[in-house]
């Protein structure tokens, strides 16, 4: 029971901590989660936080509290998804608060405007990452579909403007056909 209690602490403190110290939105948490769940404390494999990024974003809601919830789950249930939400939520919430509270003094600031465009540099380094870990592992598998669907899906959005609803909805398609299809063709070769 001791350890249990351990292991919910620990859940709790390393979603508040990832979520208090993340600027940028659920694709900068991600890569933060990875490397605290799957390279550090080895309560999730690399395929399964892979797929929890990608239900995740596919979800109604912030990408951030998707994804705490899928992780928290997995690790310790229905008691582990409420304390990653808290863990995650809590932190935004105490932040946006003090700043609303201060924000007259935060909006002409001049220093204040510097640190945000700075911040958005260091995102947009941190997201580039995220692309670059998540294609490789796509890569990695080995096959042209997720590769044709993870290119065609760039190409959709970047140079067709189609809207990003649209491309979820289509490449979930895909992926469940696709496995559907893999699951038949494994049960016809065990027969």
């Known amino acids: 029971m001791r350890q249990q209690g351990r ?8 979603t508040f901590q990832l979520s ?13 989660m ?9 309560w999730i494999e690399e395929q399964e936080m892979m797929d929890f990024t990608a239900i995740a974003q596919s979800s109604p809601g ?15 249930g229905v008691p582990g998804a409420l304390l990653t939400v808290l863990g995650a939520v809590l932190p935004p919430l105490l932040i946006i608060s003090v700043i609303s509270f201060f924000y007259t003094a935060f909006r002409d600031n001049v220093i204040v405007n510097m640190v945000m465009t700075g911040m958005t540099a260091g995102v947009a380094a941190v997201i580039c ?13 080995k ?3 997720p590769v044709f669907v993870m290119l065609a899906s760039f190409g959709a959005v970047c140079f067709f403007d189609v809207n990003i609803i649209l491309i979820i909805l289509i490449c979930g398609v895909i992926g469940a ?9 494994r049960g016809g070769a065990g027969k």
């Open 177 to 185: 056909l696709d496995t559907i299809y893999r699951e038949k063709k």
């Open 20 to 32: 208090a110290c993340t600027f940028g939105g659920g694709f900068v948490i991600i890569p933060l």
């Open 129 to 141: 990452d995220v692309v670059i870990t998540m294609g490789k592992e796509v890569v990695k598998q």
């Open 62 to 76: 912030a990408i951030a509290v998707n994804a705490s919830i899928l992780v928290g789950y997995h690790v310790a």
């Open 7 to 14: 292991k919910y602490g620990k859940l709790f403190l390393s």
């Open 143 to 145: 096959r042209v579909l």
């Open 34 to 42: 990875r490397k605290k769940f799957v390279e550090e404390l080895h």
